[in-house]
């Protein structure tokens, strides 16, 4: 074999392969038991997110490959599917390394009649009972900004929350536009990448919640000084493992919110992907209040078993697949 490529071989050892199987028949048998139904949605589709942190794969047939089962499900909640869940192989563009690849698989569920706090309990549950944790924790976004960055993401504005990166001697992206410069979320994702999130979950798992309404994505925005969006996102060990809304059904807002991201992408030169109609239509029909999260499985895995790397938990990552 001197010589020889060994990219044929997988990468994660059968004892990783095991554990896969056996979260994946604990999670079955979690939703099993509460009656929520699993289902199976389209990985291609006409449309694409519009999402401006997130880039779709593009098929040569004008198509897209999915980065999240999130749209087809919730057309099928509009449709009186009930309680939903799936595991899903999904794809996102320039996305890898230690902790990402281009493809993984996703854990999607959806639950009506919650709100994004029943949901964390529901989330907190289902880790007990894989075996992953006994206990999460739960912080707001601005209590986490507060103790981990010592600024406040409600008051601070641009220019000092560029400065104080600087004061602590991190490096900002070179080449930044006016409007990168003047964006408040730019530099609180920049604090919550490079410093807020790492110093998340050590303990045990933390969800953090109420994030600022110009973050809401597909959440509600709850009014009050200030609007907070009714999100959550779960870290542990400095990694995010997920992501949930108290669920947006507004159709207007919706697209709205869409026409805004397609907007952005185009003033920036980005690839501006259709925007999915059918769930404006979904949502115009009527679909229920609930919650709803992402769970990324292959990261679940690296902490649980004390992997160093995301390549470790797949049978064959993207340099070998």
Not at 85 to 108: C, T, Y
Not at 177 to 205: I, K, N, Y
Request: aromatic share 8%.
């Amino acid at each position: 074999m001197t010589g020889r490529s060994q990219d044929w071989r997988p990468a994660a050892t059968r004892r990783v392969l095991e554990a896969r199987a056996e979260l994946y028949g604990s999670i079955r048998a979690f939703f099993a038991a509460r009656s929520v139904l699993e289902v199976e949605t389209p990985i291609l589709s006409r449309h694409a997110t519009v999402d401006r942190h997130i880039d779709s794969f593009a098929t040569t047939d004008g198509r897209w490959l999915h980065t999240s089962p999130e749209f087809a499900m919730k057309r099928l909640l509009a449709a009186g599917s009930g309680p939903i869940w799936q595991i899903a192989k999904v794809f996102r563009v320039d996305e890898q390394g230690r902790h990402h690849n281009p493809e993984f698989s996703m854990l999607e569920w959806y639950r009506p009649g919650l709100d994004h706090h029943a949901l964390m309990d529901e989330v907190a549950a289902l880790l007990a009972h894989c075996g992953v944790a006994s206990r999460c924790e739960r912080t707001s976004y601005r209590e986490a900004f507060v103790r981990h960055a010592g600024i406040d993401p409600w008051t601070d504005e641009a220019p000092r929350l560029r400065a104080a990166l600087r004061e602590r001697g991190i490096a900002e992206p070179q080449r930044l536009s006016s409007d990168e410069l003047a964006d408040r979320d730019f530099w609180l994702d920049l604090w919550m990448s490079l410093v807020v999130g790492p110093a998340l979950g050590g303990d045990a798992p933390v969800f953090v919640h109420d994030y600022p309404a110009s973050q809401a994505a597909l959440a509600r925005v709850r009014p009050g000084t200030p609007p907070v969006a009714e999100r959550f996102e779960l870290f542990w060990h400095g990694i995010e493992l997920a992501n949930g809304f108290h669920e947006l059904t507004d159709a207007g807002e919706q697209r709205r919110r869409f026409e805004d991201d397609q907007a952005w992408r185009a003033a920036l030169g980005r690839t501006v992907p259709p925007y999915d109609r059918p769930l404006v239509e979904a949502l115009q029909s009527g679909m229920p209040d609930c919650a709803g999260v992402a769970l990324g499985l292959d990261r679940l895995l690296m902490l649980t078993l004390g992997l160093t790397s995301i390549d470790q938990t797949l049978a064959f990552p993207a340099d070998r697949a």
